[in-house]
C-alpha cells in the first residue's frame, strides 16, 4: 500500500486464517487508524463533511418520526437471527430487540436504567407508516431475572446492555446480553467497580393475528465473565468494557458455535502495554512513531479488543474463552457489539466505535469499521485504503468532537446523527440517533435511523447512494428475510 504524502503506509496484513483456537490476535495498528486522517480533507470548512462521500452516512433530517409512538427511549437493536446471521421472520411477524428507557429519564442517563423491550410489526408490508409501523411489545424478561445473577445484590443499579437473539426448533430463543451491576455511591463515583457479565436465557416466541409475545427468560445463565487473561477485569482497570455478546456458527467448523464480544486487553490501567507491533509501521518509514512516544502522549489508556469465544454444551450455557481475534492497543478504548458476517468466502469483522474513544494522535468518525480475513480469525485487513473505516457518520475532523449533549458549532450536523451500526443480510445497515444538528439547534433521538445499504466488496466497502432516497431508506427498516421464514403465516 502507497502512503499518502504526509502520513505513513498502513500496516501490511495478509487475511491469513488461523484456527480459532490459536494464540493468534490480529492488530487494528496506529498506522492502519491514521489512514483515516489521512482521507480527511485538511481544507473542509465549518460544518462541512471532510471525510470522502463514499465511506460517510447521509445526512439525516432532524425531523425524524419515533418508532415507539413516544413510549421509550431506544437505542441499540437488533432482529431475530439464526446461525448463519439470516433474518428470519416468525408467523408472519418481524421481531425487533431493542435497548430502551423511559422516556422521562435524560437521554443520556438511559444506560444505567437499560431494559430489553421488543417490537413486532407484519412482513411483508409494501407501504409502511413513516415511523416503520412497529408496535412495542414491552419488555422481554420478568421483573428482576437479570439481576438475580449477582451475588452481591447491593447494586445501586442494574441493567441490561446488548447482545443478540437466536431462534431454535420452532419457537425457542435464547437471548444473549449483558446483564449490568453498578455499585456507586451517591455522587457517581464507583463503591466498587461495575460488573457486566455475558448471559444467557431462553424463552419462548409465539404470534397469533394481533401480535407477538414471549414467555420464560426466568432462568439466567451466566456464560462469561472477564477473566484477566484474555479480557480485563474491573480489577485491573474499572473503566474496563466487557459486553455485547454475537453468537454465530462457521461454516468451515461444523458442529460449533462461537461468540464474539467487546472486550479490552487484559493489562492493568495505566500499564504501558503497546508493542512496535501495536504500532505497525513499517521499517524506515519517515512518519512512523515509537511505541514510546505513542505512550508518553498518553495512547496506552485505549486498549480495546474483539473477543472470541466457543460454546462446551449444545444450550449454548457453558463457554470457553478464547484469545481475542483482533486488538486496537494504544489506537481504540471500545470495539462494540462485534459481529461477524461471511460474504463471498470472506469473513468480515464489523464493530462500532465512537470519535472520543481514539486514542492520543488518532481520530475518526463515530460509526461502524469492518476488518475482513479468510476466517473467524485471521490477519484481518482494514476496510477502505488500510483503515478500517466502514461506514462513518459525517464529521470534521479539523475541528474538537463536542459531545452529543453540547455539540461543537464548527461540526457537521451529522456528527452525532446515528451510532450502533448493525450490518444486515445485503449490506443493509440501522442504527440509532443520538443527536442531529449544531450547538444552537440540536435535537436528541432515542429512536432508529433510516436504514442505508453498504456495497461489500473485498476490502472496499462504500455507501450506496442509489438505495432509498438519495442513499437513505426507510426509518426504523429491520426487514426479515422472507425466504427464512420460521413457522408460516399464522
Ligand atoms: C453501544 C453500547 C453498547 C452497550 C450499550 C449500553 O451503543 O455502548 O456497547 O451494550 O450501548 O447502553
Ligand atoms: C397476543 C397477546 C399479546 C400479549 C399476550 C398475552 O394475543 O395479547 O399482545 O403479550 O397475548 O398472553
Given at each position: ?16 486464517a ?147 437473539t ?31 457479565r ?55 467448523h ?45 495512547a ?8 472470541l ?8 450455557t ?12 494504544c ?59 466502514a ?51 440540536f ?48
Open positions: 500500500p502507497e502512503a499518502i504524502p504526509g502520513f505513513p503506509a498502513p500496516t501490511v496484513h495478509t487475511q491469513e488461523y484456527a480459532p483456537e490459536d494464540d493468534f490476535t490480529a492488530k487494528w495498528t496506529r498506522a492502519d487508524a491514521r489512514q483515516i486522517k489521512a482521507m480527511s480533507d485538511p481544507a473542509a470548512a465549518s460544518r462541512e463533511n471532510s471525510m470522502p462521500d463514499e465511506y460517510t452516512m447521509p445526512t439525516v433530517p432532524q425531523d425524524f418520526p419515533d418508532m415507539s409512538n413516544e413510549q421509550v427511549w431506544v437505542w441499540d437493536s437488533w432482529t431475530l437471527t439464526d446461525g448463519s446471521s439470516a433474518q428470519p421472520s416468525f408467523k408472519g411477524w418481524e421481531v425487533v430487540f431493542s435497548l430502551v428507557a423511559d422516556r422521562k429519564l435524560g437521554f443520556d442517563d438511559r444506560h444505567t436504567y437499560a431494559k430489553l423491550g421488543y417490537f413486532f410489526r407484519k412482513a411483508d408490508v409494501a407501504e409502511r407508516p413513516e415511523n416503520g409501523g412497529w408496535t412495542y411489545g414491552g419488555l422481554v424478561f420478568p421483573e428482576g431475572a437479570s439481576g438475580a445473577i449477582f451475588e452481591d445484590q447491593s447494586f445501586s443499579h442494574q441493567t441490561e446492555w446488548s447482545g443478540s437466536r431462534i431454535f426448533d420452532g419457537n425457542k430463543l435464547r437471548i444473549f446480553y449483558t446483564a449490568v451491576a453498578f455499585y456507586r455511591n451517591e455522587d457517581g463515583s464507583n463503591r466498587k467497580p461495575y460488573d457486566p455475558l448471559v444467557q436465557s431462553e424463552g419462548r416466541l409465539f404470534a397469533d393475528d394481533n401480535g407477538v409475545w414471549m414467555t420464560g427468560f426466568r432462568d439466567q445463565h451466566d456464560m462469561l465473565q472477564a477473566d484477566g487473561e484474555y479480557y480485563q477485569t474491573g480489577e485491573q482497570n474499572e473503566f474496563f468494557n466487557f459486553r455485547d455478546p454475537f453468537t454465530f456458527e462457521d461454516p468451515t461444523p458442529g460449533k458455535t462461537f461468540m464474539v464480544f467487546e472486550g479490552n486487553s487484559a493489562f492493568a490501567r495505566g500499564e504501558r502495554a503497546c508493542t512496535e507491533e501495536d504500532m505497525g509501521y513499517a521499517p524506515g518509514d519517515p512518519h512512523a512513531e515509537t511505541a514510546d512516544e505513542a505512550m508518553d502522549m498518553g496506552h489508556f485505549q486498549m480495546a479488543n474483539v473477543g469465544a466457543v460454546a462446551d454444551n449444545a444450550a449454548l457453558e463457554w470457553t474463552f478464547l484469545p481475542p481475534i483482533l486488538s486496537a492497543n489506537v481504540n478504548d471500545q470495539t462494540e457489539r462485534p459481529q461477524i458476517y461471511i460474504k463471498d468466502g470472506k469473513y468480515y469483522l464489523f464493530t462500532i466505535t465512537h470519535r472520543g474513544t481514539y486514542a492520543a494522535g488518532i481520530d475518526g468518525p463515530e460509526g461502524v469499521y469492518g476488518f475482513v480475513g479468510n476466517g473467524i480469525r485471521s490477519d484481518f485487513q482494514p476496510v477502505n485504503r488500510g483503515s478500517g473505516l461506514l462513518g457518520s459525517p464529521a470534521n475532523l479539523n475541528f474538537p468532537a463536542g459531545t452529543p449533549f453540547a455539540p461543537n458549532p464548527d461540526q457537521h450536523p451529522g456528527q452525532f446523527q446515528a451510532y450502533s451500526h448493525y450490518v444486515m443480510p445485503d449490506g443493509l445497515v440501522q442504527s440509532f440517533i443520538d443527536t442531529i444538528g449544531t450547538s444552537d439547534d435535537v436528541r433521538g432515542g429512536t432508529l435511523a433510516p436504514t442505508v445499504r453498504l456495497d461489500i466488496e473485498g476490502d472496499d466497502v462504500t455507501v450506496d447512494r442509489s438505495y432509498g432516497t438519495n442513499g437513505l431508506g426507510q426509518w426504523a427498516d429491520i426487514p426479515s428475510g422472507y425466504a427464512h421464514e420460521i413457522g408460516g403465516t399464522p
